[in-house]
């Protein structure tokens, strides 16, 4: 499934591209869950990393589609942003927030097709490196590469990364699945770690940065061949 923002205050427009969106779906196999929000400052209010694709208007009456990417880029880098507009001059000054392409006005579905064509093939480039994890209240993207661990703490799953921890109500054997061909090892029960994180294996404790994290006494050899596969 694929998480799709679409942002526009001109509402019969967007309903023309959830029916275009709906009409790619079909074609390419590919389920898409689009939320409509009327205004930039909409999506921009506590922005959560949730969504694979932003497909923004920039002329709006309360916030423009240029100052909500601004205010998405500041804890969003990686989110396609494509930009709807009327005029092209106007999406020339997308570049200063790296979007990724622009729509213009009238947009017949050949065009839209085609953008999207090249949209998915960027998407499925970048989702590779995230994991999409569930939270109370929304979604959130995780860069793999700046996971540390993971720790259980009863039904709630923290994951510990190099900008600070997420929680999810993901169960460990899911997110074990999920890492499993990103060189992630369950070294206990309730630890999972990031085995190009570990600076090194101390009796029965990995260390990562000041962490360390218990390794179960079965696991250890295991542990020990998975490191040097990784090394």
Same mark, same amino acid.
Do not use: W
């Given at each position: 499934?694929?998480?799709?923002?679409?942002?526009?205050?001109?509402?019969? &427009?967007?309903? #023309?591209?959830?029916?275009?969106?709906?009409?790619?779906?079909? %074609?390419?196999?590919?389920? @898409?869950?689009?939320?409509?929000?009327?205004? *930039?400052?909409?999506?921009?209010?506590?922005?959560?990393?949730? @969504?694979?694709? !932003?497909?923004?208007?920039?002329?709006?009456? &309360?916030?423009?589609?240029?100052?909500?990417?601004?205010?998405?880029?500041?804890?969003?880098?990686?989110?396609?942003?494509? @930009?709807?507009?009327?005029?092209?001059? &106007?999406?020339?000054? *997308?570049?200063?927030?790296?979007?990724?392409?622009?729509?213009? #006005?009238?947009?017949?579905?050949?065009? @839209?097709?085609?953008?999207?064509?090249? !949209?998915?093939?960027?998407?499925?480039?970048?989702?590779?490196?995230?994991?999409?994890?569930?939270?109370?209240?929304?979604?959130?993207?995780?860069?793999?590469?700046?996971?540390?661990?993971?720790?259980?703490? *009863?039904?709630?799953?923290?994951?510990?990364? #190099?900008?600070?921890?997420?929680?999810?109500?993901?169960?460990?054997?899911?997110?074990?699945?999920?890492?499993?061909?990103?060189?992630? &090892?369950?070294?206990?029960?309730?630890?999972?770690?990031?085995?190009?994180?570990?600076?090194?294996?101390?009796?029965?404790?990995?260390?990562? *940065?000041?962490?360390?994290?218990?390794?179960?006494?079965?696991?250890?050899?295991?542990?020990? %061949?998975?490191?040097?596969?990784?090394?």
């Amino acid at each position: 499934m694929r998480r799709i923002a679409i942002v526009e205050d001109d509402r019969k &427009f967007a309903e #023309k591209l959830i029916g275009y969106l709906e009409e790619y779906g079909k %074609e390419h196999n590919i389920v @898409f869950q689009a939320r409509y929000f009327q205004d *930039g400052e909409d999506i921009a209010e506590n922005y959560r990393s949730g @969504f694979d694709l !932003i497909l923004m208007d920039i002329q709006m009456r &309360f916030m423009s589609g240029m100052e909500a990417a601004r205010k998405i880029r500041e804890t969003d880098t990686e989110v396609l942003i494509v @930009f709807i507009t009327n005029e092209a001059q &106007f999406a020339i000054e *997308g570049y200063s927030v790296r979007a990724f392409d622009y729509l213009l #006005k009238p947009l017949p579905y050949s065009v @839209f097709s085609a953008k999207m064509d090249r !949209i998915m093939t960027q998407m499925k480039q970048t989702t590779e490196d995230y994991l999409l994890l569930p939270l109370s209240d929304g979604a959130q993207r995780v860069d793999i590469r700046r996971i540390l661990y993971v720790e259980s703490r *009863g039904h709630t799953m923290e994951i510990h990364t #190099k900008d600070g921890v997420v929680r999810t109500n993901l169960k460990m054997s899911s997110l074990e699945e999920k890492l499993a061909e990103r060189n992630f &090892f369950r070294c206990h029960k309730g630890y999972l770690v990031n085995l190009e994180q570990v600076e090194k294996l101390e009796e029965y404790d990995c260390i990562i *940065g000041t962490e360390r994290i218990p390794v179960s006494r079965r696991r250890k050899t295991e542990l020990l %061949e998975a490191l040097t596969r990784v090394l």
